[in-house]
Structure formats: structure tokens, C-alpha cells
């Protein structure tokens, strides 16, 4: 079979992605045996004033190398399938280009509204150099935005072209595939969401960092038990949507509701927030600048508004395709003795 140069072309990207995430992981490696260094010998790199580099940020950055290896690796794996014409390639590209598109659009977004927002002077900066500040730091902050837009680029378009009809019958022409699945994209992407959340929230579990929590600041073994609940209600959520079990569509849409009534309780009580960031701060030994009270409530409320219009459009998703889930088989009646 034919390969089409739109396939070669998204597997020669998906690798020098992969080999970007590899040299990142080669980074936090090095950056981890550093701080190691530096936490083991008490050295400060900023001086005696710098406050000392938390004990556990060692650890922290070799747990991020292993989540760069393992993307690393699906972006691989899949752009040899695409070489190969295997149709869980496809479905695998699918799924990585909607993880690009519902991170890079948000993100990008996020970054244009600061560009249009007055930034808070850092005291290390002299009010003379307030203006050249701004423009260096907008400046910046237009070029992330671009990337993020780059990003988001890449990811809708194999949303779109690994859709064409062309390319789909392309992937089902190839030898020994299998029959072609009913589970629709969106389904796909917020299946992989979910699954890939529940070892995420995991992860955090172990970190020595509060959790917040509908309003609340959690600490030990309460943060604990509220971080692995909710991985393992993620995991089980995007298993079900990948089964397409109407279990796991009814899961996954409690677990969107849960996280709207998350967001609206930070939404209109933005100083809930500022209470949790003094607590990481102060959990990771660092002293952020004081912003203006309406920068931050600007920026929490973007933030919190795009997470919340994401929520509720996989609410929509997972309400437009009901049909495809299998109903739970209803149990006969049970007949009366005579």
C-alpha cells in the first residue's frame, strides 16, 4: 500500500517530537543530579540569602524525566506504526493530536490575555526599567503564545487529516488490521485524558505539597487519600469511556461536575487560591513577589473560565455520543412461587 506523504510527513514530526522529549529527559536528569548535589552539600547557587532547594526536587526531576521517556516512547511506537500503516497508529495519532489541541489552545489563550494585562513589577527591578520590563516580558509572553499556537496547529491538523477519507481508507487497506472500531474520536481523546490524569494525580500524591480540594487545603494522609481516590476514579473513568461501558461515560460525567463545582468555587472566591499558592510556596522554600490583588484575580479567573468551558465541553461530548455505550443488561423480573 501507497504510503501518502501527509502520513510520512506527521511520523517525521512525531519523531523529532520524541527525540525534543528525550533530550528533555536527558536535562532533568542532569538538572536533578545537580540539585542532588547541591541539597546533599547545603550549597546555595544564589548565596547565603537564597532559601535552601527542597529535599524532595531531586526526586521531583527525575519523576519528570520518566513521564518525558514515556511520551517519548508512544510518539515513537506510533510514528513506526505510521510507517507501517497500522491502523492503531491512526487511532494513536488521533488521540496525541487532540492532547496537543486541548493544551496548546488554552495555554495560548492564557498567554494572550497576560499580554494585555499590566505584569507586576518584580522588586528586583528598578521603576526607571518599568517600561522596558513590560515590553521584554509581553514579548516573551507573545513568543510562548506562538509556540502554544504552533503546537495547537500540529495537533488539529491530524485531527482533520487523519480523518479524510482518503487517509482512513488508506490505514484500511493495509494487511492483517483489524475490523475498524465504533468508538468515536472524542470518545478516544477523553478516554487517553483520563487514563493518563489517573497516574498523574498519583504522582502528586507522594509529592510533599499540599492538595486543594473544593476550597479546602489538604495535608498528609487526607491529601493522600484524596489524590489516589481520584486517580483511581480517572483511571476507571477512561477505561469504562475506552470500553465504552455506560458505567464509565455516567463516571467520567460525575468526575466533569465534580471538577465544574471545583472551578466555580475559585471562580468567585479567588482568595482561596491566594491562600493555596502562599501554602506551596512556602512548602517549596521560595518567596514569590506580592502581585496586585486584580492580577490575580484576573488571571485565576482566566484560568479557572478556560478550565471550566473545557469541562463542560466533554460534558457535551460524552452527552452527543450516549448512543454508542452499552446499556447494563437489565436482570429478568423474578417470578412469584405459585
Avoid at 526531576?61 to 505510521?82: D, N, Q, S
Wanted: hydrophobic share 55%; with cysteine.
Amino acid at each position: 500500500m501507497k504510503r501518502l506523504p501527509g502520513v510520512i510527513i506527521s511520523a517525521i514530526v512525531l519523531l523529532l517530537g520524541s527525540l525534543l522529549q528525550l533530550l528533555m529527559a536527558v536535562c532533568m536528569v542532569f538538572a536533578g543530579a545537580i540539585e542532588q548535589g547541591q541539597v546533599n552539600s547545603g550549597v546555595h547557587p544564589g548565596g547565603p540569602a537564597t532559601p535552601p532547594i527542597p529535599a524532595w526536587m531531586p526526586e521531583f526531576m527525575y519523576g519528570m524525566c520518566a513521564v518525558f521517556v514515556l511520551l517519548a516512547l508512544w510518539g515513537i511506537l506510533t510514528a513506526i506504526g505510521l510507517f507501517r500503516l497500522r491502523r492503531w497508529a491512526r487511532y494513536s495519532v488521533l488521540v496525541i493530536g487532540g492532547c496537543l489541541a486541548l493544551v496548546g489552545i488554552p495555554s495560548m489563550l492564557m498567554m494572550l490575555v497576560m499580554t494585555m494585562v499590566a505584569l507586576p513589577l518584580p522588586p528586583t527591578v528598578d521603576a526607571s526599567q518599568a517600561h522596558t520590563f513590560q515590553v521584554m516580558a509581553k514579548a516573551g509572553l507573545g513568543i510562548g503564545a506562538a509556540l502554544y499556537a504552533m503546537m495547537s496547529g500540529v495537533g488539529i491538523s491530524w485531527l482533520v487529516y487523519f480523518n479524510r477519507k482518503t487517509v482512513r481508507e488508506g490505514f484500511a487497506g493495509a494487511p492483517g488490521q483489524i475490523a475498524e472500531s465504533r468508538r468515536p474520536l472524542p470518545i478516544s481523546v477523553v478516554a487517553a485524558f483520563s487514563m493518563l490524569g489517573g497516574p498523574s494525580c498519583a504522582l502528586m500524591a507522594f509529592l510533599p505539597l499540599p492538595a486543594a480540594f473544593l476550597g479546602l487545603t489538604l495535608h498528609g494522609w487526607g491529601k493522600v487519600a484524596v489524590y489516589l481516590v481520584y486517580a483511581a476514579l480517572l483511571t476507571a473513568a477512561g477505561v469504562g469511556l475506552w470500553r465504552l461501558e455506560e458505567w464509565g461515560r455516567r463516571l467520567a460525567l460525575a468526575m466533569q461536575v465534580l471538577g465544574l463545582a471545583q472551578f466555580a468555587i475559585y471562580i468567585f472566591h479567588p482568595s482561596l487560591m491566594t491562600a493555596y499558592t502562599h501554602e506551596i510556596d512556602g512548602a517549596m522554600g521560595v518567596t514569590q513577589p506580592q502581585m496586585p490583588a486584580h492580577f490575580q484575580n484576573t488571571m485565576y479567573a482566566v484560568m479557572f473560565g478556560f478550565s471550566a468551558l473545557l469541562l463542560l465541553a466533554i460534558i457535551g461530548i460524552l452527552i452527543r455520543y450516549r448512543g454508542v455505550f452499552r446499556q447494563p443488561t437489565a436482570r429478568p423480573p423474578i417470578e412469584s412461587p405459585a
